[in-house]
């Protein structure tokens, strides 16, 4: 341990990042140890790694560095080993590797006893203070009902929607709890939101987004900082989604928030409402980054966190009535539904809503 500790401290000071196709079977105990921009130096302490060039590498900023603009968010504990830039040039001798597998034991020790160095943080939502407890330490029998959550740009008619449902305590801010995360922490009076850094995102060939990227960025942030904990069920929702929280435990009815289970509209999930038991967001957050680390550069959110739950084993449910897709406002009439997507501005969004309430 104390090598390992030793050694850490001095590949911090080089500012060295190893290569990823070298260590990748490491790179979430790597991951907890780089936090910041890696920048490369001539040389490594000692002649274990001699001359050197890297790529910038950015990482997700920790509980202390959140409050930075403009940072991006690419943590390897984030996005798995796909995402480390790899290296130009790296010469390796046998002692790193004696200290990488050190560090690993070293890791895997600490989230065992379940300590962390920085200590407790905590962690504004706009609604609770959520406190984030070493990793297990909080994660007992949750009281709460519903956590919803949803991201939106710090700009725009996104923006203009989600104004509008705090200032009407509606969509999520009608929910046990909420979360709003965006590309800055500030949305301007009432809402208080979590920066997850720039929101960029490519288009799809189908006519979406390549945005998983993006939403594992929220997702982490939920997990490390342990937010989900006290709550049975957490909701994903789209800012453009006409979302009605009282509808939902109708639906929830039998099913046990305990199993690690998701819910979702129809065959395909569809990223307007995703539901997740307590149980299964904690599988998410323990085993997503060994399991689901691939395709995150090239795939929507919503396909890409299915596909992740079946190879998580987190089982399916199906409800019709969950979503109906629609721009049609008289469909919105229909109160057997718990969200009408999608309607993307103020004027039909609050139109959708009328009918539903009538």
């Excluded at 690419?74 to 480390?84: D, E, I, K, M, T």
């Excluded at 790296?90 to 006893?113: D, F, K, N, P, Q």
Aim: with cysteine; proline share 4%; net charge negative.
């Amino acid at each position: 341990t104390a090598l390992a500790s030793d050694f850490k401290d001095r590949v911090h000071e080089s500012g060295l990042t190893p290569a990823a196709d070298w260590f990748e079977p490491h790179s979430t105990a790597w991951a907890l140890l780089f936090q910041g921009q890696a920048r490369p130096r001539s040389s490594f302490p000692s002649g274990i790694m001699q001359q050197a060039a890297f790529e910038p590498l950015s990482l997700g900023a920790d509980a202390e560095e959140e409050e930075e603009e403009d940072v991006e968010c690419r943590s390897p504990s984030l996005v798995g080993a796909a995402a480390l830039r790899r290296p130009r040039r790296l010469v390796v001798g046998g002692m790193l590797s004696v200290a990488v597998a050190l560090l690993l034991v070293a890791y895997l020790s600490a989230r065992h006893i379940g300590s962390r160095s920085h200590g407790d943080a905590v962690v504004n939502t706009g609604v609770t203070q959520f406190v984030e407890a070493a990793d297990g330490a909080s994660r007992g029998v949750a009281q709460k009902g519903l956590l919803c959550w949803l991201v939106t740009m710090s700009s725009g008619r996104e923006l203009d929607l989600v104004k509008d449902h705090q200032k009407n305590k509606r969509s999520i801010f009608a929910c046990d709890d909420h979360i709003v995360f965006s590309d800055t922490d500030d949305l301007g009076p009432g809402i208080v939101a979590t920066s997850i850094g720039q929101m960029a995102s490519k288009r799809a060939p189908w006519g979406g987004w390549y945005n998983t990227e993006v939403f594992l960025c929220a997702w982490d942030q939920l997990a490390r900082k342990n937010m989900f904990v006290n709550h049975k069920w957490i909701i994903k929702v789209d800012a453009d989604a006409v979302f009605f929280p009282d509808r939902l435990p109708s639906h929830l009815s039998g099913k046990d928030s305990t199993s690690p289970i998701y819910i979702k509209g129809g065959e395909t999930m569809l990223g307007a409402i995703e539901v997740f038991s307590n149980a299964a967001v904690q599988v998410f957050a323990d085993k997503r980054v060994a399991v689901c680390n691939t395709d995150i550069q090239v795939s929507g959110e919503d396909g890409f966190i299915n596909n992740c739950m079946e190879l998580l084993g987190v089982k399916p449910a199906i409800d019709w009535r969950l979503l109906k897709s629609t721009t049609n406002l008289q469909d919105c009439a229909d109160k057997q539904y718990v969200v009408f997507h999608p309607f993307v501005d103020l004027s039909t969004f609050s139109g959708c809503c009328d009918l539903a309430l009538e």
